[in-house]
């Protein structure tokens, strides 16, 4: 969880940066907030995404397979 520093002050992002760290539709984006596993929080009419849960989601949905794996760690 260390490679986001486009938004490294925030404990939370808006739909519009989630969007752009993985660069996908704002309809995409907003559709994904409304999955039952996706980390959200919502204050009114506001949508917010902890930083720290989304980059979890992140790590955990992204596949590395072992040989880049290993390529990484060399």
Known sequence: MENYTFFE???Y???AEVKR???ISLT???ELSRS???PVCRFGGSIRIP???FMLWVKTRTYIPT???K???A
Do not use: G
């Open 9 to 11: 002050d925030q404990a």
């Open 51 to 53: 930083k720290d849960a």
């Open 67 to 69: 040989s880049l794996e």
């Open 21 to 23: 760290y993985l660069n």
């Open 28 to 30: 995409a984006a907003y």
């Open 36 to 38: 039952k596993d996706f």
């Open 13 to 15: 992002l808006t739909v």
């Open 71 to 73: 390529l990484s760690r």
